[in-house]
């Protein structure tokens, strides 16, 4: 089983940005403007778990070098149901377990981090995405909890650069999690089903 290494996936995140950093901003951009206009709609509130999923595709279509469109934001129209259940047990069990000294829910919430990586990329359902999320995360937990303590901070000081430097440390942030989760999930390895046919 692959071992995840900081440095590694940190480094390969800055690189995926460097090689795609103009599109990156570009649909970071598309993506917050979408994501602002959902929320200020009643209905478009509904749909917002399945843009954030359609930025993930983006993300990962940016990782790998492919074109992107913007019909890509609403691939994932289908994983609306999914995505709503985990996006209300996540919240839920992090807001639970921060009741409780605050630590537990940080822990909950690195275990589950990959959570909506696996509903985007396996087509899982949201319970299955937890517990194969938890199960993974585990056992690079410290390793997760560094990560997304760097990376947390790193966007936070985007975001008091006028809000400006998040449309860079936001993809960043996303292409590092795309490399952590391609080192804790390779396709077709373990009891994960493979991703559908594009």
């Known amino acids: ?17 460097m090689a795609q950093i103009g599109m990156a901003i570009v ?3 598309v993506y917050a403007i979408g994501a602002f206009l959902l929320s200020i709609i009643i209905v478009g509130i ?21 074109a992107v469109e913007f019909g890509d ?14 996006f209300i047990l996540v919240y839920l069990g992090v807001a639970v ?7 537990p829910g940080i822990v909950v919430a690195i275990l589950w981090s990959m959570t ?14 937890m517990k194969a999320s938890w199960a ?24 008091m650069l006028f809000g400006i430097g998040v449309l860079v440390t ?8 795309w490399a952590a989760y391609y080192v804790l999930f390779p396709k077709n390895e373990g009891n994960f089903p493979a991703p559908p046919l594009q």
Do not use: C, Q
Not at 55 to 65: A, P, Q, S, T
Not at 73 to 86: I, P, S, T, Y
């Open 1 to 17: 089983m692959n071992k995840l290494d900081f440095n590694e996936v940190f480094s390969l995140g800055w690189e995926k940005l």
């Open 27 to 29: 649909w970071t951009l």
């Open 46 to 66: 509904i749909v917002v778990p399945s843009w954030i999923a359609g930025y993930l595709e983006v993300m990962k279509k940016l990782y790998h070098g492919e």
């Open 73 to 86: 934001f609403l691939k994932h129209l289908n994983k609306l149901g999914n995505m709503w259940v985990a």
């Open 97 to 103: 377990g921060s009741l409780l000294l605050v630590i």
């Open 116 to 129: 909506f990586f696996l509903i985007v990329d396996r087509d899982m359902d949201a319970v299955s995405a």
């Open 136 to 159: 993974r995360v585990k056992e690079e937990f410290w390793t997760m909890l560094a990560l997304i303590l760097v990376l947390g901070i790193l966007n936070a000081v985007g975001g």
């Open 170 to 177: 936001m993809p960043f942030m996303f292409f590092v999690m």
